[in-house]
């Protein structure tokens, strides 16, 4: 049999067609988290929900689950699935959605420590990694608790989602492609439960899992091809940004982050130019910011094949929230200053002391969500 | 179907744009010493083009600087198989930059003295000259296409004019004429042979692997025949 060829190499209508074939089974796997979360009857699913009653467990959760599978692509979509499906509200799913964006945030760091053992390279590459975090967890700070005070995102997106929802035939309808994925599920459910034997709780897990497995491995195919697709585009993007900065660069950042479905792609391709100095903060903070607008696409299509606007609602939710986020820290410069200061001084540190590196990426990314989920479960 | 899908052809890349800017930094590079060595051989004023040849001096630095930042967005974009391009690109964008900067010697030394044309010396640096240019506009097309028998070609004739400029330099050195006008002649010769050496190199990288770039004085006949065969 022969090898098959690498992504890059074959024909640009097969890897169109692998696309299609990838995004419909994104499609399945959203459908299928929710509706398999369902089946595992109304008392497991309480007791699993709630550990995140508490808003900041909520955000450990997102978190942690986002650094488990360093994507919050993942997370966002697996949330909506769960939130579309009516398995929690949006008011639980929010601080979680706030946590996936903390966590995604941990890859473009760990790609810096690459540059490591080149100090000078190091300061720069870290400190181009970490204005990303930071702003970040300055955008959560503010924002989780005055959504938890006046839920202004919620109430924002739910605002917005009525025009689609009254467009659709109100409450009751679920997209076109729900309906189109509904059967699929059920066929799948069918096999579990029927020719498997699986039954109740256990057929759930499995389920869930399958659902997990299919929409993590179907979102990384989907950003190779599309990087595939892109790479010449991404190019002259990137060599775009070297020369421009502001409101261009957030567009390119978030049209790349949206074609490759994933912000950890667009902020890892920094990296490098920061470690190299042809790219400063300054310039490349935009790009950023763009591309944590640009990944709240993929919860947004995530909600196409779910059954309840609510799936809509936390999808806008997310992309108020890095909009709100660009808006606070963005258009005034001593305000856009502070993140990069924050970064610039924790790349300080590192290259001083090289156990600030792991205190900081352990202790944000691991320790702290691990003992807030533990202690305000 | 997939027409608009052609535009993200991966031919379409920053590399095929790489490439045209290196092809016009040979081009600068060849406008910059004709006008330097014509001034040395008394064709130009060299007030009337310093001008001219400073700023092309500085477009040749900063297409360099440019191509450099344009290689690590295209490597990290495309990853470990375009590294060796990458690499050949990073080495000899600086050998077009030395083509300007031996150049600007020259003018350098137009500017303090020029040849007289009843000098022993006067025709064949003449012919030299005209040489070397002809070689450095065929240059950019022997890049461009990539063609490694005319690559060959051109390495060989460099290499036999590089020898023929240290003959000369050593004519000079053991003869008994004018000591002034000697040095300045042999460091006419001098240049002229760097301008032939970092335009060879250009050129190798057609035919050369990655790791024999760069290595000029190595015995020319494994250049041309074992390695640059492969």
Same mark, same amino acid.
């Given at each position: 049999m022969p090898a098959l060829k690498r992504i890059e190499e074959r024909p640009t209508w097969v890897r169109v067609v692998e696309l299609i074939a990838f995004l419909l089974a994104f499609f399945v796997a959203v459908k299928l988290m929710g509706s398999s979360i369902k089946m595992l009857g109304k008392e497991q699913a309480d007791a699993l929900w709630a550990g995140i009653r508490n808003p900041f467990a909520g955000l450990c959760v997102g978190i942690l689950s986002t650094v488990l599978v360093q994507s919050s692509s993942v997370t966002t979509a697996a949330i909506v699935g769960l939130v579309g499906e009516g398995q929690i509200s949006v008011t639980l799913a929010v601080p979680m959605v706030m946590g996936a964006n903390i966590g995604t945030s941990i890859t473009n760091t760990l790609v810096a420590l690459g540059h490591m053992t080149r100090s000078q390279e190091f300061r720069r590459a870290f400190a181009g990694a970490t204005m990303h975090d930071f702003f970040n967890l300055i955008a959560v700070v503010v924002f989780l608790p005055l959504e938890l005070l006046t839920g202004f995102l919620s109430n924002a997106a739910e605002w917005l989602t009525k025009p689609f929802t009254a467009l659709a035939g109100g409450e009751k309808f679920s997209s076109p492609l729900a309906e189109a994925f509904k059967s699929i599920t059920q066929g799948i459910q069918g096999f579990v439960t029927d020719t498997l034997g699986a039954t109740g709780f256990w057929a759930a897990v499995i389920l869930i899992v399958v659902a997990l497995v299919v929409l993590f491995f179907a979102l990384m195919r989907i950003a190779r091809i599309m990087r595939s697709l892109m790479a010449a585009r991404f190019e002259r993007a990137l060599n775009n940004v070297l020369q421009k900065s502001g409101l261009i660069a957030i567009v390119i950042g978030m049209v790349i982050t949206a074609s490759v479905q994933s912000s950890s792609i667009t902020t890892s391709l920094l990296v490098p130019m920061f470690g190299a100095g042809i790219l400063s903060l300054e310039a490349g903070f935009p790009v950023t910011l763009g591309a944590n607008l640009g990944t709240t696409v993929t919860a947004l299509i995530a909600s196409l094949a779910t059954s309840h606007p609510a799936g809509l609602t936390i999808a806008l939710v997310h992309m108020l929230f890095n909009l709100a986020g660009i808006l606070l820290i963005y258009p005034i410069p001593r305000i856009r200053a502070i993140p990069l200061r924050l970064a610039r001084g924790l790349a300080n540190m590192a290259v001083e002391r090289r156990y600030w590196v792991i205190v900081y990426i352990l202790g944000v990314f691991v320790v702290l969500p691990l003992v807030g989920i533990l202690i305000l479960k | 179907m997939f027409k608009w899908l052609q535009r993200l052809d991966p031919n379409s890349s920053g590399l095929a744009k790489m490439m045209r800017e290196f092809g016009h930094m040979i081009d600068d590079g060849q406008h910059i010493f004709d006008a330097a060595a014509n001034a040395f051989l008394g064709g130009t004023d060299p007030e009337v083009i310093r001008s001219d040849l400073f700023k092309t001096d500085k477009r040749i630095n900063h297409t360099e600087q440019k191509i450099r930042r344009e290689i690590l967005v295209h490597g990290t974009v /495309?990853?470990?198989? $375009?590294l060796p391009v990458c690499l050949k690109l990073m080495s000899i964008v600086k050998d077009a930059e030395r083509i300007g900067d031996y150049s600007k010697n020259l003018f350098d030394l137009a500017v303090l003295t020029q040849k007289s044309? !009843? @000098? @022993?010396f006067y025709a064949d640096l003449v012919e030299l000259k005209d040489r070397i240019s002809a070689m450095l506009r065929k240059a950019t097309s022997i890049y461009g296409s990539q063609d490694g028998d005319q690559a060959r070609a051109f390495m060989r004739e460099g290499d036999q004019l590089q020898d023929h400029c240290d003959e000369k330099i050593e004519a000079l050195i053991t003869s008994k004429s004018g000591s002034g006008e000697k040095a300045a002649t042999a460091l006419a010769y001098r240049y002229f042979k760097r301008v032939l050496a970092h335009s060879i190199n250009i050129i190798s990288s057609v035919v050369?692997? +990655? %790791?024999? +770039? %760069? /290595? +000029? !004085? $190595? %015995?020319k006949r494994t250049r041309l025949g074992d390695q640059g065969s492969k």
């Open positions: - | /495309y990853g470990a198989t $375009e044309h !009843d @000098d @022993d050369m692997p +990655l %790791d024999q +770039l %760069d /290595y +000029l !004085d $190595e %015995d």
